[in-house]
């Protein structure tokens, strides 16, 4: 009996080495601090042997090249060194892998799994055409600096002319659908209020897909000039309502509609979804407490968190910018970490590397102006419409830090026409959430609640009757 065990077993072997393929499409799941996020290798033959590129559905990316893809039945490895990523694994059938993904040292454990078809990315509200309006496709330059930008304006049906709203991103380059982690919360709000009636220019961010300009040099305040050259083509367009034009900005991008209100008063109106209301210091001190209370850390921990920030924010206060700021930041963080040694720093990376990437961040012109701007300086000067919404779960722009400093400066303009809103439930992009933690973004299928897109929609409508 034994015997023909072992004969049976010898055979079924042979036949799955003769059978077995690796090309084709590889999905699985990478468990990252809690976060389940999607990576799909796909796997085609070459003249050289094989190649491989990557997706990662829940990040909105795809085609991602690799170095070199070796497999020798059934030993598999994929290297992508501009990621430092490898993945090392072992067919195990016909349509299972398992191995090891590293990426800066670090590595998980995967299991992928064979493919036949596309890999979904399932966001359900990302609107499908035929869309009941017109969509088109345009240009426009800020003239101050001579930065072209791309964008899609979507006009209701019918003659018009239209009431119209441009959509202003937050921080980081976004494209005109504000895109990550797989969603597009702006192309979903373009959706919905087109449909209301209302016209939408959104558009990408300098140095972003199809805009020109340089979008890593660039502070809050050119940025705010981008936008503002994006309303006033909007509003010069023939089917358009000049005086039923508003702005609407998402976290930095109210603070910039908010920069643009105060000096041009041919805006109707301003939304800040998850505006910031106080400087750029205390909002990412009390950001980093509260993101790292809700992943588990002891208040021990988060003091020393603060500590650590508010000393290297004195620095930037202090400094302001140029090689002066980089050298006392390198003096701070090296006197820190005097005594840790590489082993103590997360993802493979040497203490240098570390501190060069800290200092870069920090010194960054961007967030040296953005860590010390106070939004109350435009906001005390608007004095048109402004509806001011936050997640209850937000825990990147505090409703509690935020909304009761965006009141007082507006309440010292003399703004009496002010709606604010905190909508239970919802995370920094008006997602229904369990922790309002960004890890959990990307594996949230809701886009955008359509409790927020109601409290918007029909906001904006008022505005405009």
């Known amino acids: 009996m034994k015997k023909i065990t072992l004969i049976t077993f010898i055979i079924l072997s042979m036949s ?3 059978a077995q393929e690796i090309t ?13 996020l999607r990576i799909v290798f796909n796997i085609e033959k070459s003249d050289s042997g094989y190649t491989t590129t990557m997706d990662s559905p829940d990040q909105g990316v795809n085609g991602i090249p690799t170095n070199s893809t070796e497999f020798t039945t059934p030993k598999l490895k994929i290297e992508a060194k501009a990621m430092r990523m490898i993945f090392e694994g072992t067919q195990i059938s016909e349509n299972e892998l398992k191995g090891t993904l590293t990426q800066g040292g670090s590595g998980k454990a995967i299991s992928l799994t064979r493919s036949t078809g596309e890999v979904e990315n399932i966001r359900p509200q990302e609107p499908v055409a035929p869309f ?8 426009f330059t800020n003239t101050v600096e001579n930065v072209t930008l791309a964008g899609t304006i979507t006009y209701p049906l019918g003659a018009g002319p239209f009431p119209a709203v441009v959509l202003v991103s937050g921080s980081g380059p976004q494209n005109r659908n504000e895109e990550l982690l797989g969603h597009k919360p702006f192309l979903v709000l373009a959706d919905y209020l087109t449909k209301k009636g209302i016209a939408v220019l959104r558009y990408d961010d300098r140095g972003t897909a199809e805009s020109k300009g340089n979008f890593a040099t660039g502070t809050s305040e050119n940025f705010a000039n981008d936008a503002e050259a994006a309303f006033e083509y909007l509003r010069i367009q023939s089917n358009i309502q000049k005086d039923k034009t508003g702005i609407l900005g998402h976290s930095e991008g109210g603070l910039i509609a908010a920069i643009i209100a105060a000096r041009n008063k041919d805006v109707a109106f301003i939304g800040l979804l998850a505006g910031t209301g106080v400087a750029g210091s205390p909002l990412i001190l ?3 407490r509260l993101i790292q209370k809700a992943d588990g850390f002891t208040d021990e921990q988060n003091e020393a968190a603060y500590a650590i920030g508010k ?21 701070y963080y090296s006197n820190l970490w005097a005594a840790a040694t590489d082993a103590d720093f997360p993802q493979g990376m040497t203490k240098e590397q570390i501190l060069q990437v800290q200092i870069g961040q920090l010194s960054n012109p961007w967030f040296v102006n953005f860590l010390t701007y106070d939004p109350a300086t435009a906001l005390k000067k608007v ?24 009141e007082a400066a507006l309440k010292y303009a003399g703004n009496k026409d002010v709606t604010f809103k905190r909508i239970p439930g919802l995370n920094h992009l008006f997602q229904e959430a369990e922790t309002g933690l960004p890890k959990e973004y990307g594996t949230i299928k809701q886009t955008y609640s359509p409790l927020a897109l109601d409290i918007i929609g029909n906001w904006v409508i008022m505005q405009t009757k």
């Open 16 to 18: 799955f080495a003769k």
């Open 286 to 288: 009390e950001q980093t």
């Open 24 to 36: 084709g499409k590889w999905s699985g799941k990478l468990n990252i601090q809690g976060t389940e």
């Open 311 to 331: 000393g290297a924010h004195d620095i930037i206060y202090k400094e302001k910018d140029g090689d002066s700021l980089k050298i006392k930041l390198r003096e």
């Open 132 to 139: 009941p309006y017109s969509s088109e496709n345009v240009k």
């Open 383 to 406: 004095t048109c419409p402004v509806l001011a919404i936050n997640g209850e779960k937000d825990l990147q722009v505090d409703a509690n830090q935020n909304l009761p400093a965006i």
